[in-house]
């Protein structure tokens, strides 16, 4: 029996070894809806997206709760209006609103980054909203 039991657990390490190595091999998801959140929105919205971030005493308007927008709407992800509301095209670049333009801002920063490279600025500005949506919407209180 001893004899049989040896090989079997070298088996079983060397497999478990193997498995260790596959996984660690497999790059990191990288979450970019996240990222970008707690990169530009979180400071206002909080990480949670509830509205708590550190700004907050410093905007005349508090900013809503970002987990109600589903609840709010009647349970669906307001997905369309809420693009509106991030990229602000149709925003009076005056008005009261103290939630950043990011379409604009994008647009710049698509600029920034390509410098001298062909690139769609349009494509750049819908990749990133769409990212910030998504991650918004697993935000979204049950
Ligand atoms: C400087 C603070 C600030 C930052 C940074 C900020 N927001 Fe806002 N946001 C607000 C405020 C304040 C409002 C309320 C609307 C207003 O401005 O009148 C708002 C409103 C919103 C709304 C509208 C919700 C609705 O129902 O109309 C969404 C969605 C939103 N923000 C998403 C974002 C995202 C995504 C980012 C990051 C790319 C972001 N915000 C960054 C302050 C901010």
Redesign the pocket.
């Known amino acids: 029996m001893k004899g049989v039991v040896k090989p079997l657990v070298v088996a079983a390490l060397c497999a478990g070894f193997a498995g260790m190595a596959l996984a660690q091999a497999k790059p990191a998801r990288v979450d970019f809806g996240k990222r970008?959140?707690d990169a530009?929105?979180a400071?206002?919205?909080g990480l949670s997206g509830k509205g708590q971030?550190p700004?907050v005493e410093?905007?005349?308007?508090?900013?809503?709760d970002?987990t109600l927008?589903a609840k709010?709407a009647g349970g669906v992800f307001?997905m369309a209006?809420?693009y509106d509301?991030?990229d602000g095209a149709n925003v009076p670049s005056h008005g009261?609103?103290?939630?950043?333009v990011?379409g604009r801002e994008y647009k710049i920063q698509a600029g920034e980054y390509y410098v001298d490279v062909p690139y769609d600025p349009d494509a750049y500005v819908r990749a990133r909203?769409l990212a910030?949506?998504e991650y918004?919407n697993r935000l979204q209180a049950k």
């Open positions: 970008e959140f530009n929105c400071s206002c919205h971030g700004l410093m905007l005349t308007k508090s900013p809503p970002l927008l709010n307001p209006r809420l509301v991030i009261s609103r103290d939630m950043p990011w909203i910030l949506l918004i």
